[in-house]
């Protein structure tokens, strides 16, 4: 009898297939500018401080790029020329490599201090992302005023969350009862 295969692992940067727990890095890095009632609040401080790197200008850029090519992906365009270089360069600012050590495990290195790791890793999860055949399942949420993005995991699926689809039914409602 052979072996059972083993289950699909994440790729070399930690990024794996999302299902409906999993939100690729990208997008949740993305996601750290979120808008409620009108107001856009920046969330990119905490999401840094929550992983231990102290805050430092160089991280909205990224964001920035990031959000610019989802959400070209998310509406079939061509990725910004820009946006990509940022990425790219991003991505290349912190070497990494894998070692296989003797009992078998794998082992990250990384020369880099923690700050261009994670601006690295984040990087390399949105190039990931956006190479892959994964681009027309990224989606920009459809719910009124939110500049969320996700990855969709359903074919009918057109919102963040479930507080975002209740949120646009709510106001198809209370467009319908003003009609009347």
Known sequence: MSPTPPPP???ATGSAAPTAAHVPLAVDYANTLSASRGRTSDHLDSWLSERGITP???FGPLRDAIRDLI???AEQAAYPTSALATVNAA????PQ???LSADGAVVARATAPE??????????SAIELLSEERPAAL???QAPGCVQ????THHRQEFCSAACGNRARAARHYQRRKEQ
Do not use: G
């Open 9 to 11: 692992t994440a790729s």
């Open 56 to 58: 430092e200008p160089r």
């Open 71 to 73: 959400a070209a992906a």
């Open 91 to 94: 991505s290349a600012a912190a």
């Open 97 to 99: 490599w894998l070692e």
């Open 115 to 124: 700050a261009d790791r994670l601006l690295a890793d984040v990087a390399r």
């Open 139 to 141: 989606c920009a949420c």
């Open 149 to 152: 993005f996700f990855v969709r």
